[in-house]
């Protein structure tokens, strides 16, 4: 079955035949698009650079044409009438005023290039006009009669303006009419007709759809063929940027405001020393549908493909001749592993095409002769495996029962020594109860006899007194320490939190232990933080951790101090005792809090006591949260640390 599932695949020659037409097709594609990508620059840059230079040809002509128009606006603003009429005022019944309009009217019937003309005086208010009721640019009016009085400018071109009375679109320009003296008497304003004066652009075409289009230098369109709306953005801000900072002053303009399709646009400007005086920039536009412009480009797409189609098949047919050659020696390989599955170990293989396959086909032929070797090699020692298996078996079985046998004895002595550790704790516990009563009792009597209750006693007899209660007290400081720890030990000590005040319990465990520090001349201080907030412990339990590790301060200092510092951290209270006595040495640190262990610090003696109390501070502190740690520099002293957590993280 499996014989037959390898016969049917063919995939080489299909990769073969897919990658040479793949290839083919890359390179085709490759060539296609970088073709077309060139060829797409050189015709845009040769289609832009014929349109600009046909727009310096338009631009020039409305320059001249302006020129023209302006000189003769000129002459018309020379005309002596005006001044009359604008140092008389104007009126409907005043002669200058009648004579004055009857004269624009003539003009404007002469010059059809002038739609309107309007004369104003210093006031900014029109006396005579070729319109009844001419209200065009009042404001704006106004506003050139300033630019003008200067004397500096003797012409000023507006922007283009809709006159609401004809609603024409008019292009203002501004002639001042000064009196003999110089002196300004008032403004002579003509409107240019945008339809008549740009009217011989509308009659330029450039293939089907390119048109010629008037800007201003905002890009508000100020002539289009077929649009009476004008003053109306020619694109998007960032397309018209685009277009002006372009090096040919050509580009495509993708969102074009009055086209719903992208356009090819080359410009010039143009430059009157008119319009340059007055601030303004004009701007000839040759704009086409850039469908028509690359329409060379787009007609080659089709035979294109047909080429590439036939080059495919072509590529097909050679792809599919030169993977036989390839196929055939791999059948015959096949066929060989075929036969050497079924255990035909000395099957020739014979193959001589000179290339990598026959190579490979040797290779293949040293690795059956080695595969038969290593064959033989297996089965002898498959064999000798055999024999050593039993054998194992045997020693395993063996070991086996001998670790039963270790495992029954050891369970015998943990079980042994469970009881004996019972039988300990239980020892020392009753212990540690039965010395009480009677120390106790004996503390009270040598109490009785100290306060000279049964008589009086001498110096010598209180000395001996005093220091028996000394010991007295001190062996009870012991079994207390081996009680809490056995309580400890089988998590039997309650814990009761309180809210409590940190500060508060530092104070009572210093009053407590100020005459101990007293009797040795050590001066015991605090420093407490004001801003702890109060938190859950058991009073009790942190009052015996800092009265213990006060004492081991006052124990192991000479002279010096004790200082006791409270503060907050972060989500912790930290409380610090800090002394100035010899210190511990550094590999002695880690074995600090092991129970029952004593440190020699340097006395010359090991101090008294079980060496459990840090070993019993640890275990409050680290039930109620927090840690305990200590600092030293041997011979400079020692500081103890404990944090308690301000939020609840315990084990109740």
Not at 23 to 50: C, K, P, Q, R
Not at 173 to 198: C, H, M, Q
Not at 592 to 605: E, I, N, S, Y
Request: net charge positive.
């Amino acid at each position: 079955m499996i014989e037959n599932q390898i016969k049917h695949k063919r995939g080489i020659r299909h990769k073969v035949i897919s990658i040479i037409c793949l290839s083919t097709l890359i390179v085709m594609s490759l060539g296609i698009g970088l073709g077309y990508f060139f060829g797409f620059n050189a015709l845009h840059d040769m289609v832009g650079d014929i349109h600009r230079k046909l727009s310096q040809l338009l631009a020039s002509d409305v320059t001249q044409r302006l020129e023209v128009e302006i000189a003769r606006i000129r002459g018309y603003a020379a005309e002596p009438l005006w001044k009359d009429a604008a140092t008389k005022g104007g009126g409907e019944n005043k002669p200058a005023s009648n004579m004055a309009g009857d004269r624009l009217r003539a003009i404007v019937g002469d010059d059809h290039n002038i739609a309107e003309i309007t004369i104003i005086d210093r006031s900014g208010e029109p006396v005579a006009s070729s319109e009844k009721a001419s209200k065009i640019y009042s404001d704006y009016d106004k506003r050139c009669m300033k630019l003008l009085s200067d004397g500096k400018r003797n012409i000023f071109i507006g922007d283009i303006g809709l006159n609401e009375t004809s609603s024409k679109w008019l292009i203002p320009v501004y002639i001042p009419v000064r009196d003999a003296g110089g002196s300004l008497s008032g403004i002579f304003k003509a409107g240019l007709s945008v339809k008549n004066f740009f009217s011989p652009l509308g009659n330029f075409k450039v293939d089907n759809t390119g048109h010629a289009v008037v800007i201003d230098g905002k890009g508000n369109i100020m002539f289009h063929p077929g649009i009476t709306q004008t003053n109306i953005r020619l694109a998007s801000d960032r397309d018209y940027n685009r277009l002006l900072s372009s090096k040919g002053k050509y580009a495509v303009i993708f969102d074009p405001n009055i086209h719903k399709k992208r356009i090819f646009v080359a410009f010039s400007e143009i430059t009157p020393p008119a319009l340059t005086e007055s601030g303004k920039i004009w701007r000839v536009l040759i704009d086409e549908d850039t469908k028509e412009v690359f329409a060379p480009l787009t007609r080659i797409v089709p035979g294109t493909t047909i080429a590439i189609m036939i080059l495919l098949v072509v590529m097909i047919v050679i792809g599919f001749v030169f993977s036989g050659l390839l196929v055939k020696p791999i059948e015959t390989l096949y066929s060989a592993a075929v036969e050497i599955r079924k255990g035909n170990w000395d099957y020739n293989i014979d193959i001589r095409t000179g290339d990598e396959i026959e190579q490979f086909a040797d290779a293949f032929k040293d690795m059956i002769a080695n595969i038969k070797s290593k064959r033989e090699e297996l089965i002898d020692a498959k064999a000798k495996l055999e024999d050593l298996s039993k054998d194992l078996e045997i020693k395993v079985a063996q070991r086996t029962s001998d670790l039963v046998i270790a495992r029954n004895k050891i369970n015998d002595y943990a079980k042994d020594l469970e009881k004996a550790v019972i039988v300990k704790s239980d020892f020392i516990a009753t212990a540690s109860h039965e010395l009480r009563t009677p120390l106790a009792a004996i503390r009270e009597g040598i109490g009785i006899v100290l306060d000279e209750k049964t008589g009086p006693i001498n110096k010598e007899q209180k000395e001996f007194l005093d220091m028996a209660k000394r010991n007295l007290d001190r062996l009870g400081r012991l079994i207390d320490d081996i009680l809490d720890f056995q309580k400890l030990e089988h998590s039997k000590m309650e814990m009761k939190f309180r809210d409590n005040d940190i500060n508060d319990v530092v104070r009572e465990a210093c009053h407590t232990m100020a005459h101990l520090a007293k009797d040795k001349s050590l001066e015991l201080t605090t420093e407490l933080a004001d801003n702890i907030p109060k938190v859950k412990f058991d009073k009790d339990k942190i009052i015996q951790v800092l009265t213990n590790l006060i004492n081991n301060a006052i124990k192991f200092t000479q002279k010096g101090s004790i200082k006791v510092l409270t503060s907050k951290e972060d989500n912790i209270i930290m409380v610090s005792i800090r002394d100035t006595g010899i210190g511990i040495r550094g590999e002695d640190l880690p074995r600090l809090f092991q129970k029952f262990t004593q440190l020699d610090k340097g006395l010359g003696r090991r101090p008294g006591g079980t060496g459990l109390g840090l070993t019993i501070s640890r275990e409050i502190i680290e039930r109620h949260g927090g840690k305990i740690w200590a600092e030293s520099k041997f011979g400079e002293g020692t500081t103890f640390h404990f944090f308690l957590p301000i939020k609840e993280r315990r084990d109740r």
